[in-house]
């Protein structure tokens, strides 16, 4: 079955660390891009950055450069989220989906992570 | 920063027919910017309906429709249904790898 399957949920406090991810399976992993996408509680989706899995290639929307790293280990099909200092605002589901080029869209859409900061 | 603009919300009546739209905060939307829609019920991952403009993603029932009208990127729900109640938002391709998501229209039927 392809699919993308997404760790489970995650309580941190502010200042932690995180690394969150997302298991490709049933396609080619590395022939896929992979993209990120925050909701935040009661807001809209917002489009935080992708990575293509063969060579690592790594494009981020300016407004999460510098906020998040994404990164990706072919060998296990899985991508990842991680923050190196978790801020209270970091509160929100995280999904992961497959991008297909050249139409640029998300395809295969993962169930998404909830990750709550409170101290 | 680019600001991809929806309605806010909209009713429709059950059968009835609803046109969502999806600007730029500056210039036009054409279809070298992807445009691609996608369906959000509460408490769901999305799921995506419509790319490039519109051609339907699998299994996405042909009420729904995309195109472009006017300067907008466009998804039309045509005989809607109860079950179209939900979120929708639009992305458009920016270049060199970039997205960006519409602020989302939320359709009320009833």
């Known amino acids: 079955e392809v699919q993308l399957v997404q760790s489970g949920a995650e309580v941190k406090k502010p200042g932690e660390s995180l690394k969150i991810s997302c298991k490709g399976s049933g396609y080619s992993f590395t022939s896929y891009w992979i993209g990120w996408v925050r909701q935040m509680p009661g807001k809209g989706l917002e489009w935080m950055g992708i990575?293509?899995?063969?060579?690592?290639?790594?494009r981020y929307s300016p407004s999460f450069q510098g906020q998040v790293t994404i990164s990706a280990d072919k060998s296990i099909s899985t991508a990842y989220l991680q923050w190196s200092s978790l801020k209270a605002s970091d509160t929100a589901m995280y999904y992961c989906?497959?991008?297909?080029?050249?139409?640029?869209?998300?395809?295969?859409w993962g169930r998404g992570t909830l990750v709550t900061v409170s101290s | 920063q680019t600001v991809v603009t929806q309605e806010p919300s909209f009713s429709v009546s059950p059968g009835g027919t609803v046109t969502l739209t999806c600007g730029l905060s500056?210039?036009?939307?054409?279809?070298?910017?992807?445009p691609s829609w996608y369906q959000q019920t509460p408490g769901q991952a999305p799921r995506t309906l419509i790319y490039s403009t519109n051609t339907r993603s699998s299994g996405v029932p042909d009420r729904f429709s995309g195109s472009i009208l006017g300067n907008k990127a466009a998804l039309t729900i045509t005989g809607a249904q109860a079950d179209d109640e939900s979120d929708y938002y639009c992305?458009?391709?920016?270049?060199?790898?970039?997205?960006?998501f519409g602020t989302g229209t939320k359709v009320t039927v009833l």
């Open positions: 989906a497959t991008i297909l080029v050249p139409n640029w869209y998300f395809d295969l």
């Open positions: 500056s210039g036009s939307v054409s279809t070298s910017y992807y």
């Open positions: 992305v458009l391709y920016m270049g060199s790898g970039i997205s960006v």
């Open positions: 990575i293509y899995p063969g060579d690592s290639d790594t």
